[in-house]
């Protein structure tokens, strides 16, 4: 079946680190891959996303490649801030579906 | 922002009361989600639609119906409530755009049992 492994944390940087979150996936077929992001007391929000394999999704400095043979599509980050503290969660849907499987989450604290 | 409402924002419940929990779009998309997020368990779907009075369950659907009589509205009922369905609930909504299904959540619904 499908299924998405991220990294456990929580991850704790100093502002200015490079960010980087592990995600692999096990899927048949071609699925769509994305980066969402929960802050505190709110739901969860698209960061980032690739729908093919070697695409690179970016936004808000962050940036994750599809990655088919390695069956990976980590978050990186050049230069973190103390605004990016929040859970971020790996997913996935599957060719044709409409359903989205999720990674566990990985909280990251960021400090000044 | 996708616009995704849900009512109420916070509720207390006694158990073995029922409780509806509301969610709208104004965004016109085909499919809907209840999910339930809980610390050490993620996030975990209830139950989803496909359309207008086209439902399903999820993967934790026990204690749980649904009902969706309009695209705009997605009502989850515990009907009976018990401790265990303590949770922060979250609506989502999803369509076919820009090649993906990508999912646009609510702001959620913090519900305690008593």
């Known amino acids: 079946g499908n299924s998405v492994t991220q990294m456990e944390g929580p991850v704790t940087l100093s502002e200015e680190a490079f960010l980087t979150i592990n995600c692999t996936y096990t899927a048949t077929g071609y699925p769509s891959l994305f980066w969402y992001v929960q802050y505190p007391g709110e739901g969860l929000q698209l960061l980032l996303k690739a729908t093919k394999a070697d695409d690179k999704g970016s936004n808000k400095g962050f940036e994750a490649t599809y990655r088919k043979e390695t069956t990976s599509f980590h978050l990186e980050k050049g230069s973190v801030q103390v605004s990016d503290s929040a859970v971020y969660f790996c997913?996935?849907?599957?060719?044709?579906?409409?359903?989205?499987?999720f990674g566990a989450g990985t909280r990251l604290f960021v400090k000044a | 922002d996708a616009g995704i409402t849900q009512s109420p924002r916070h509720k207390v419940t006694e158990t073995g009361t029922p409780v509806t929990l509301r969610c709208h779009q104004t965004?016109?998309?085909?499919?809907m989600y209840w999910y339930r997020q809980d610390p050490g368990h993620g996030l975990r779907l209830i139950h989803y639609?496909?359309?207008?009075?086209?439902?399903d369950k999820g993967e934790v659907s026990d204690g749980y119906s649904v009902s969706r009589s309009k695209t705009e509205d997605f009502l989850l009922t515990l009907e009976s409530a018990t401790s265990s369905q303590t949770s922060v609930y979250f609506c989502?909504?999803?369509?076919?755009?820009?090649?993906?299904?990508?999912?646009?959540f609510g702001p959620g619904t913090r519900l305690t049992v008593t």
């Open positions: 989502a909504i999803s369509d076919y755009r820009q090649d993906s299904y990508e999912q646009y």
């Open positions: 965004e016109n998309h085909r499919y």
């Open positions: 639609s496909y359309g207008v009075k086209d439902t």
């Open positions: 997913a996935l849907t599957n060719t044709g579906g409409f359903k989205t499987i």
